[in-house]
């Protein structure tokens, strides 16, 4: 709202339309009248003063409760001045799967933005569509699954954000617009990496950032940006100079750690040169591999735990290990049943798409996003698993399995706050703990990175990584 000033004779009409308000039949049936000279103003003066707080919280922006739904107009166009807009969510993602059982003689192309369907549901009443981000060709004379299925994998999203995208597996099977040589579509996976419209909290905390680091040449400003840019980032650290390990060989070098993930899913077609040797995919940072089999045969190969014979996953081990820069690959062991040099494989991996957007938006052709002589390279964070074990003593013995819950949901709150690179001391948790009006004492047992089982130190946590609760046990 607009906070105009209030003149001595609107104060006049509002002072006496308070007084008037008295009705005669008061006087007989309820006793004596309400006080016109003291209670008439102060109605008045409160309606003022509800005005003033409104203000006082527009500015402090401390209390994200305070906002109520005919006031969130005016938080959003407080915000809008640093040009933060709230998110109005994040869509959902999954790879479509296109079919035929006829050999293609010709390419066949799915072309970008092509929507699928799912069946209108008695629950939801509409159908959720979901669009391909990218454009794709499965090459003619390409030789068939194991099932008999020639199939092309196609990345898509939801066009509607929020958790109206979320679709279980094999629900997206109605294709919405002709597609020549593919006679059925589906999503073997369920989708994945939507969320909600941010929160009034989630909204403000986005605002401080920006006003603490507008400027994209600085760090808080590139971490601004990323956020801004892509709402399924969760958190994100910006790295430079000495604590870069590019920093010796990349000039400009800025290392980005994320928080926040797209998974979807990639079949690479290799032809299998031998046993020992990584074989990389395609589409970096892979976090998964789920099958590998022989093409012409449909063998699935066996995997390796790491001494029997199969193929294993190899993850790059140096400084661009999670980033599209990694070499991620698979490795076959030994002699596995079914497979021969020269065989054509095909390896279903699924790889974090967030990060390869985040890449392609600020390295590529996006002016606004480009900062001169900078070389952002974007990874994912490396997650840090913590155990913690601690003895509660409680004021009030009658009330320790309410005190208890609340500790723990102040400890596990206490490391979801934490960000990409924060240390986690002992101290901070006291601070967190002691907090609750009924604790006496609190006395930690066991703080410790997992999967050691004893010890009791503050945890120091390098840049690109973050540190998880895995393991809770307060008595």
């Known amino acids: 709202m607009t906070f105009e000033r209030i003149t001595a004779s609107q104060f006049a009409a509002d ?3 308070a007084i008037q308000r008295r009705d005669a039949e008061q006087d007989t049936g309820l006793g004596p009248i309400r006080d016109v000279v003291i209670e008439a103003p102060s109605e008045v003066f409160e309606l003022v003063d509800g005005r003033t707080v409104d203000l006082s919280n527009l500015v402090a922006l401390d209390d994200p409760d305070a906002f109520t739904t005919a006031f969130l ?18 869509r959902f993602s999954t790879t479509l799967t296109f079919s035929t059982q006829r050999q293609p003689q010709t390419d066949l192309v799915v072309a970008r933005n092509h929507p699928v369907g799912t069946l209108a549901s008695s629950e ?39 958790t109206t995208g979320r679709v279980a597996a094999n629900r997206l099977q109605r294709s919405l617009r002709p597609l020549a040589g593919f006679s059925a579509v589906t999503n073997r996976q ?3 990496g939507g969320r909600d419209a941010e929160t009034n909290r989630e909204v403000i905390d986005r605002y401080f950032l920006s006003v603490t680091g507008a400027r994209l040449t600085g760090k808080r400003g590139l971490e601004r940006a990323v956020l801004t840019q892509f709402p399924e980032a969760i958190k994100v650290r910006a790295v430079t100079g000495g604590d870069s390990p590019r920093a010796a060989t ?5 290392d980005v750690y994320h928080q926040g993930e797209q998974l979807l899913q990639a079949t690479d077609l290799i032809t299998y040169p031998g046993a020992s040797q990584v074989l990389p995919l395609s589409l970096p940072p892979v976090t998964s591999v789920t099958e590998v089999r022989v093409v012409t045969t449909g063998t699935a190969v066996a995997q390796s735990d790491g001494t029997t014979d199969g193929w294993e996953l190899v993850q790059d081990a140096t400084f661009n290990a999670g980033s599209t820069a990694a070499i991620d690959g698979v490795r076959v062991r030994g002699t596995p049943a079914g497979l021969t040099i020269g065989d054509l494989i095909a390896v279903v991996y699924r790889y974090d798409n967030l990060n390869r957007a985040m890449q392609v938006a600020f390295t590529g052709d ?14 994912r964070r490396v997650d840090v698993a913590v155990s913690h074990a601690a003895t509660l003593t409680v004021r009030n013995a009658q009330n320790r399995s309410r005190t208890l819950s609340q500790v723990e949901e102040a400890v596990r709150a206490f490391f979801a706050s934490l960000d990409i690179g924060a240390d986690v001391e002992e101290s901070d948790i006291q601070a967190a703990v002691r907090a609750i009006p009924n604790v006496d004492n609190y006395v930690t047992t066991l703080l410790v990175r997992a999967p050691d089982v004893s010890g009791r130190s ?9 540190a998880v609760l895995a393991d809770l046990d307060i008595s």
Not at 366 to 379: I, P, T, Y
Request: proline fraction near 4%; glycine fraction near 8%; hydrophobic fraction near 50%.
């Open 15 to 17: 002072l006496t339309a």
């Open 73 to 90: 107009d005016d938080l959003d166009a407080v915000l809008l001045n640093e040009r933060v807009v709230r998110a109005e969510g994040a």
């Open 124 to 162: 939801r009443g509409s159908s959720v569509v979901f669009i391909t981000t990218e454009e794709r060709t499965l090459p003619a004379g390409t030789p068939a699954n194991a099932d008999g299925f020639y199939t092309l994998d196609v990345p898509a999203i939801a066009v509607i954000a929020g």
């Open 190 to 192: 369920a989708s994945e």
């Open 250 to 254: 990349v000039a400009g070098a800025v």
């Open 366 to 379: 996006q002016d606004d996003l480009d900062v001169h002589g900078r070389a952002e390279l974007f990874l």
């Open 458 to 466: 503050d945890l120091p946590i390098a840049a690109n990584e973050l």
